[in-house]
């Protein structure tokens, strides 16, 4: 998804990527460049403040200043632990929102990568609560997400700690438009559904093909689908757009909702 948005934005824009792999991020600049776009690349990881902090540095050196930032960065269940996907997913969006808006002015935008599944546990669950906790206590923010997420057993550890992780950054993201705001500068989310990516393709078997029995579109989305969606919201036409999230899911969330109405049949 990233760098399916990077293609677009880069008709334009200056392009910075980051990635924990340097081998990844060649690949892409190499890319990138083939497609006559000027892209750079950094070596980040977004659960280390310092590391976020020297990306935003590194991207705005030479004197150039870093208008948009399109946070995909994330885990899902099958990549790690409960305590990575808090961590990475959670604590991650932290440091990259609480940098770059250190860092925006005047039509700059934050767009933070959710996730369908954000918006589809049951407010009992979420730990709204610890997601106060975010900024101040990371550590204490994390435990709440992987103790909540204990409720679905041992096998659905990471998965709900995910869709908890996803409805944080749903939070925080309305949360922090107001100081956005007061900058002149924009922060909104988009939540994607089952796509297919190299994420998307690792759950597949593990619910994001399920998905497709309930949603309006038959299929996986396609990654520059999406990337449409995160570029035009990074960039400078929708200026009156902010603290809201964006849900591209192919009509997973509708088909659920009225599948279960009477009288309503697929």
Same mark, same amino acid.
């Given at each position: 998804?990233?760098?399916?948005?990077?293609?677009?934005?880069?008709?334009?824009?200056?392009?910075?990527?980051?990635?924990?792999?340097?081998?990844?991020?060649?690949?892409?600049?190499?890319?990138?460049?083939?497609?006559?776009?000027?892209?750079?690349?950094?070596?980040?990881?977004?659960?280390?403040?310092?590391?976020?902090?020297?990306?935003?540095?590194?991207?705005?050196?030479?004197?150039?200043?870093?208008?948009?930032?399109?946070?995909?960065?994330?885990?899902?269940?099958?990549?790690?632990?409960?305590?990575?996907?808090?961590?990475?997913?959670?604590?991650?969006?932290?440091?990259?929102?609480? #940098?770059?808006?250190?860092? $925006? +002015?005047?039509?700059?935008?934050? *767009?933070?990568? !959710?996730? =369908?599944? @954000?918006?589809? /546990?049951?407010?009992?669950?979420?730990?709204?609560?610890?997601?106060?906790? #975010?900024?101040?206590?990371? $550590? +204490?923010?994390?435990?709440?997400? *992987?103790?909540? !997420?204990? =409720?679905? @057993?041992?096998? /659905?550890?990471?998965?709900?700690?995910?869709?908890?992780?996803?409805?944080?950054?749903?939070?925080?993201?309305?949360?922090?438009?107001?100081?956005?705001?007061?900058?002149?500068?924009?922060?909104?989310?988009?939540?994607?559904?089952?796509?297919?990516?190299?994420?998307?393709?690792?759950?597949?078997?593990?619910?994001?093909?399920?998905?497709?029995?309930?949603?309006?579109?038959?299929?996986?989305?396609?990654?520059?689908?999406?990337?449409?969606?995160?570029?035009?919201?990074?960039?400078?036409?929708?200026?009156?757009?902010?603290?809201?999230?964006?849900?591209?899911?192919?009509?997973?969330?509708?088909?659920?909702?009225?599948?279960?109405?009477?009288?309503?049949?697929?």
């Amino acid at each position: 998804m990233g760098l399916a948005t990077a293609k677009l934005l880069g008709a334009d824009h200056r392009v910075v990527i980051a990635d924990l792999s340097q081998e990844r991020l060649d690949a892409a600049v190499a890319e990138l460049t083939s497609d006559g776009i000027e892209a750079r690349s950094a070596v980040c990881d977004i659960t280390d403040r310092a590391s976020v902090e020297k990306l935003l540095d590194h991207a705005g050196s030479g004197g150039h200043h870093v208008r948009a930032l399109v946070h995909a960065a994330g885990v899902s269940p099958q990549m790690g632990s409960a305590d990575l996907v808090a961590r990475v997913n959670g604590t991650g969006t932290v440091h990259v929102t609480r #940098a770059f808006l250190a860092r $925006a +002015g005047e039509g700059d935008v934050l *767009v933070n990568v !959710a996730s =369908v599944a @954000g918006h589809q /546990l049951p407010r009992i669950l979420l730990p709204i609560g610890a997601f106060r906790l #975010a900024e101040t206590d990371p $550590a +204490g923010f994390e435990r709440a997400i *992987v103790r909540r !997420a204990r =409720v679905g @057993g041992r096998k /659905l550890h990471s998965g709900i700690a995910y869709g908890i992780s996803k409805a944080f950054v749903l939070w925080y993201t309305r949360s922090q438009a107001v100081a956005f705001g007061k900058r002149g500068a924009r922060i909104v989310s988009v939540s994607p559904g089952s796509f297919d990516t190299a994420m998307g393709r690792l759950e597949a078997d593990h619910g994001a093909a399920d998905l497709l029995k309930v949603s309006a579109i038959k299929r996986f989305g396609k990654p520059e689908e999406i990337a449409a969606v995160l570029a035009f919201c990074a960039g400078t036409a929708p200026g009156y757009l902010t603290g809201v999230d964006i849900l591209v899911d192919g009509g997973t969330q509708a088909g659920t909702e009225f599948k279960k109405r009477p009288g309503v049949t697929n």
